[in-house]
């Protein structure tokens, strides 16, 4: 019978910790209001900083320095620099003339395209120092963007350390109190004790929602992170050598 069991999603355990008290305590469940946005304010944070980082990410593609690498690989393609592996040096000793003749034309070739080659070069530095900073920039959103989550799991948290509260000491206590009075009042405020615990639970369940959405966005800054890594490593490899 276990094997039919559905694996349920690892769920996520958080301590708690006195500022996690304090956001329960001041939480008042009954109030409708109050449990419609509970956690409203963590929740703008990381939607607005999730918006902001994918724009980002989608700007940060490969864009000017790309093209100047791609321009200075093809220049460097249209010269002649392979011209010379194509004769071997030794079986062109018996021929002097034709030997120089060959690299006079290879060096006639590199010097048509050496002034663009250092133009292109001089730009690929300037975007390495533009790769550098967005690298150390995503660094400090990556931070950033740990530290909103940790605010978001602290509302979860709260809000979880509220239900429990809820359901094993309220509830019990007011059902009781129904049960012994038959008064329809205290079993009308029992009905609506159990509907602010779903209300709740309905929300505490999509601020998990919003933690899983909001988890994405560490890979994708450090997907962009590594591509711009990758493309100032091809620039220092073209530049430098």
């Known amino acids: 019978m276990s094997d039919l069991v559905t694996a349920q999603p690892e769920v996520m355990e958080i301590a708690t910790t006195p500022e996690v008290v304090a956001i329960a305590d001041q939480f008042d469940p009954f109030d409708s209001v109050a449990t419609i946005t509970f956690g409203r304010e963590s929740l703008e944070k990381i939607t ?46 018996p021929l002097i003339g034709e030997m120089f003749d060959s690299f006079k034309k290879f060096s006639t070739s590199f010097d048509s395209v050496k002034n663009q080659l250092d133009n292109l070069a001089d730009r690929l ?43 094993q000491e309220v509830l019990p206590q007011l059902l009781a109190k129904s049960e012994q009075s038959s008064d329809a009042l205290d079993a009308q ?48 490899d073209i530049v430098h050598n």
């Open 48 to 93: 607005a900083f999730s918006d902001s980082i994918l724009e980002q990410v989608r700007v940060r593609d490969s864009g000017e320095a790309g093209d100047i690498l791609h321009a200075m690989v093809s220049s460097m393609d249209s010269s002649a620099f392979d011209q010379l592996g194509e004769r071997s040096l030794l079986s062109r000793l």
């Open 125 to 167: 530095e300037g975007q390495e120092v533009k790769l550098a900073h967005d690298i150390n920039q995503l660094d400090d959103l990556y931070q950033h963007n740990l530290e909103l989550l940790h605010g978001l799991e602290q509302y979860i948290a709260a809000g979880r350390y509220k239900l429990t509260q809820l359901n």
């Open 189 to 236: 405020q029992y009905r609506d004790a159990t509907q602010a615990v779903a209300r709740l639970e309905k929300r505490v369940h999509n601020l998990e929602l919003t933690r899983l959405a909001a988890i994405q966005t560490a890979p994708q800054i450090r997907l962009s992170q590594e591509g711009n890594k990758m493309l100032m490593e091809d620039i220092q």
